[in-house]
C-alpha cells in the first residue's frame, strides 16, 4: 500500500485548484485523488509521485497534509459505531495502531476516521461498507 497525503482543511471555492497548481508547478503528479466534503471541511486523500516533496510543499502553502497508510472510514457520529468496525477488526485478527477523528459534520450527523492496522489489505477488504 503506497502513502498517501490526507489534507483535511476549511472548505472555500477553490481549494482543489489551489491544491492541484501547487503540485503541477512543483512537477508533482498526482497518481490519485478523492475530495470528500463533510459540512464546513474538506478532505483531500491524496496520492502522488513523491510524497515527502508534496508534504514539504503543502506544509510551506500552509495546508496540514498527514502521511497515510490509514483507511478512512465514514461512520455515523453516535456511540458506538467506532466500537463496531473496531470489533470487526479485532474479530479478524487484526490490530489498530491509530485512530485519528479527521472531520466531523453535526449536520450530517457523520465522522470520517483515519485507522492505522497492521494488516491494511485484509482491514481494507472487512471494512469496504465504511470505506470512504
Known amino acids: 500500500m503506497k502513502k498517501r497525503l490526507v489534507v483535511s482543511t ?9 491544491v492541484s497548481y501547487l503540485l503541477a508547478k512543483a512537477r508533482i503528479n498526482i497518481e490519485d485523488i478523492n475530495v470528500i466534503k463533510a459540512g464546513k471541511s474538506v478532505i483531500i486523500d491524496l496520492l502522488v509521485n513523491d510524497e515527502a516533496k508534496a508534504k514539504r510543499l503543502l506544509e510551506v502553502n500552509g495546508y496540514k497534509p498527514m502521511r497515510s497508510e490509514s483507511l ?19 474479530d479478524s485478527n487484526i490490530e489498530i495502531s491509530r485512530v485519528d477523528i479527521v472531520s466531523k459534520d ?15 489489505k485484509k482491514a481494507q477488504e472487512i471494512l469496504k461498507e465504511w470505506m470512504v
Open 10 to 18: 476549511e472548505d472555500k471555492p477553490g481549494l482543489v485548484a489551489d
Open 72 to 90: 478512512l472510514v465514514k461512520l455515523n457520529d453516535e456511540p458506538g459505531a467506532l466500537a463496531e468496525v473496531a470489533r470487526k477488526l479485532s
Open 106 to 120: 453535526a449536520e450530517s450527523g457523520l465522522a470520517i476516521l483515519a485507522i492505522e492496522v497492521d494488516k491494511p
